[in-house]
Nanobody
Framework: QVQLVESGGGLVQAGGSLRLSCAAS????????VGWFRQAPGTEREFVAA????????TYTDSVKGRFTISRDNPKNTMYLQMNSLKPEDTAVYYC??????????????????WGQGTQVTVSS
């Protein structure tokens, strides 16, 4: 079992930066691929980024490539999403998610087994 808690959301002006954190409890976090998803009002939840359990492989949705960076610190059981050059269209609730151990990274939310409660990110124009 893995429990996930996001933090670091808030209000920022366009062009600014935020760093989201996802703290995990449970002994299997370091063996689990993890990812970030987001959901804007009136839209479906969408994939943002994912990182392998070792941290050696990352993948991003096209709209955030070059602006967002996903990373993890396994000894601290924490994952991060550094978001730079934020745009109003990045406004959403951001969720972290984890797969079962040693699975591949995936952009599909149905492949994830554990979810956090979400943190709001609002980018003003």
């Amino acid at each position: 079992q893995v429990q996930l808690v996001e933090s670091g959301g808030g209000l920022v002006q366009a062009g600014g930066s935020l760093r989201l954190s996802c703290a995990a409890s449970g002994r299997t976090f370091s063996k689990s691929p993890v990812g970030w998803f987001r959901q804007a009002p009136g839209t479906e939840r969408e994939f943002v980024a994912a990182i392998s359990w070792s941290g050696s492989s990352t993948t991003y949705t096209d709209s955030v490539k070059g602006r967002f960076t996903i990373s993890r610190d396994n000894p601290k059981n924490t994952m991060y999403l550094q978001m730079n050059s934020l745009k109003p269209e990045d406004t959403a609730v951001y969720y972290c998610a984890a797969r079962d151990t040693y699975r591949a990274t995936s952009p599909n939310q149905e492949d994830y087994d554990y979810w956090g409660q979400g943190t709001q990110v609002t980018v003003s124009s």
